[in-house]
Each structure stands twice: as structure tokens, then as C-alpha cells.
């Protein structure tokens, strides 16, 4: 599935951090190959004990971002591969889950790594968080929260934006189909 530019050339492209403990995202606009900020805000995860009822949090608060929005592309953060196998595990997950609420809504959805998302917005792909959220207020006039795992919601977008021509540096879903099709090893 492409994504459903608007008549007028404007496109909405929905950023997500996937987090156990905050989700992040941000939402942009682009409308003639210019980027516009429209939100970005967190999701608090750490008050919820029981790792299902997060998932579940982030399922809906991804649908009713979607369903308040209308996102036509949504860019998520892949999970990074570090030691501790369990936080990885757990991420993973919540990366899963806001995917399949943006494939449930039909909305197309690609991958990028956390390097590929700060090479995008700084030109390093080993940027602080913080050199990333700075970036971000340069180009798009934000006040850098508290917590950064909203501007990191917010640089997948505008990953997203800057690679959705060339869409070969991450992997993209169009819906379950093309998820099943690209992913024969892991779908049983």
C-alpha cells in the first residue's frame, strides 16, 4: 500500500519511539516538500505494573493518535541490539504492538535504526539524544521537553521525510500481507 498523500500534496507522518517505560512520538506535516511540526508528546508506561497492560496502553494510545491525526505514513525506531536480552525482548514488543495498531488502521509503516534516524536529523549517527532534540528545535522551532523520548518520536519522522523516496533504508509494511510476505521465517 503507498501512502495516502492528501489531493493538495500534504502528507501527516506519525513518529514512534517504542518504549517499556515512555513511548515517544511526534507527528509532522509536509506539505510541498516542506516540513511542518504539528505535536509531539510521550506516553508514561512506569506506572503501570504488569508488562501486558503497557502493551496495551500503546496499542490504543497508537490508534487514537491515529484515529485524531490520520496519519498516512508512520516511522517507527527499530529496536537496537544491546546486552541485556530481556529489556530487547521487552522492546520489541512495543514496537510490535504500535505496529500492529498502524497495520490494523492500514496506515503504511517503515523501520529505521536509531543510527539512520540520527545521521538524518544531525549528520552523525552517534549523536546524543540531546544533539538530536537541539537539531530538532533548530529545524522545526520546538521547546525541548523534560524527558527526550519525544523528540526521538519526532526525529523518526523526520527520518521519514528525508528518506521516503528512497524507502530502501529501512523496512516498510504496507499491511499484514506485505508483513507476512517480507517475514515468511518469523510467521507461522
Given at each position: ?5 492528501k489531493n ?30 504539528m505535536?509531539?508528546?510521550e506516553?508514561?508506561l512506569?506506572?503501570?505494573?504488569s ?6 496502553k500503546?496499542f ?9 491525526y ?10 537496537f541490539?544491546?546486552k541485556n ?14 505496529m500492529?495498531a498502524?497495520l ?11 543510527k539512520k534516524?540520527?545521521?538524518a ?5 552517534n ?6 532534540a537541539?537539531?530538532?528545535?533548530s ?12 523528540t ?9 521525510f528525508?528518506?521516503r523516496?528512497?524507502i530502501?533504508?529501512g ?10 510476505k517480507?517475514n ?5
Open positions: 500500500m503507498q501512502s495516502k498523500e493538495n500534496n500534504e502528507i501527516i507522518i506519525l513518529g514512534v519511539d517504542p518504549g517499556t517505560t515512555i513511548m515517544g512520538f511526534g507527528l509532522i506535516k509536509v506539505k510541498k516538500n516542506n516540513m511542518e511540526f505535536l509531539m508528546d506516553l508514561l512506569s506506572k503501570y505494573d508488562h501486558a497492560l503497557r502493551l496495551k500503546i490504543e494510545r497508537t490508534l487514537q493518535l491515529i484515529d485524531t490520520h496519519p498516512d505514513e508512520m516511522a517507527l525506531e527499530a529496536p541490539f544491546g536480552v530481556q529489556s530487547m525482548l521487552k522492546l520489541g514488543r512495543a514496537q510490535g504492538v504500535a500492529a498502524g490494523y488502521r492500514e496506515v503504511a509503516i517503515t523501520e529505521y535504526l536509531p534516524i540520527k545521521m536529523v544531525t549528520g552523525s549517527g549523536a546524543s539524544k540531546e544533539q538530536v537541539k537539531m530538532l528545535k529545524m522545526l522551532g520546538i521547546t525541548i521537553p523534560k524527558n527526550l523520548d519525544s526521538d518520536g519526532l526525529a523518526a519522522a523526520v527520518c521519514h528525508y528518506n523516496k528512497n530502501s533504508h523496512k516498510s509494511y504496507s499491511g499484514w500481507g506485505a508483513f507476512v517480507q515468511k521465517g518469523r510467521v507461522k
